[in-house]
């Protein structure tokens, strides 16, 4: 397929800003696009539309360069051009998305979302704050407890730390459901679809945490 000539005219010229100059000659414009089968009167009439819809500049006789209206799309791929520098190793999280069919349990689909990450886990990051509380109680399963049933923060700040009781607030309109795993254990907030028990202790050590959430889909009425 031909491409459409004024965008192949501001594609070429968009080329040349990754190359030692930021603009094209007519003549390069001519000698390029002829390998599309472009003819030399043509690319000159494209040029000269796409100058006059500001996306190409002259900022010397003969030579061209991007234009105000073109700008975004360049910044964009300019972007795309230092994906590389931005990019970190990874730490070993992720997250999932999946739609289920819960046809025994609910009769209709839900949607599963989960998040993991490998950092210190629940039990570490509320241990300086709340294990001199619970004494020798304190394990996986009551740090997750505590910051999903009773809403505590590592944070101090108000405002911080109220992602779990927003989600919670969320999820209860859907009646949907949000389960936490870290350490050696798994909490979660049951519904009366799920037979899960609140709490499972004694699981294999999982580095960091997962959570993981349930959102039925609309009850149709019938």
Known sequence: MVPDLRSLVVTLVLGAEG???PTLSVRELIESAALFGHAENAVRVAVARATAAGLLVAPSRGLYALGPAARPVADEVGRWRRIERQTVE?????????????????GRKAVVIAVSDAGIGFRRSLEATQAKR?????????????????????FRDPGRGQGLSGTKRYLARWQGKISIRSGTARVCIPQPWDDE??????????PGSQV???????????
């Open 19 to 21: 190359g030692p100059g």
């Open 90 to 106: 990874w730490t070993g999280g992720w997250v999932a998305v999946h739609v289920y069919n819960f046809r025994k349990r609910l």
């Open 134 to 154: 619970f004494g020798d109680r304190w394990g996986d399963g009551l740090a997750i407890e505590t910051a999903l049933i009773h809403n505590i923060s590592r």
């Open 197 to 206: 028990p609140p709490m499972t202790e004694g699981l294999a050590w999982f």
């Open 212 to 222: 993981t959430i349930i959102i039925p889909a609309r009850e149709v009425a019938g």
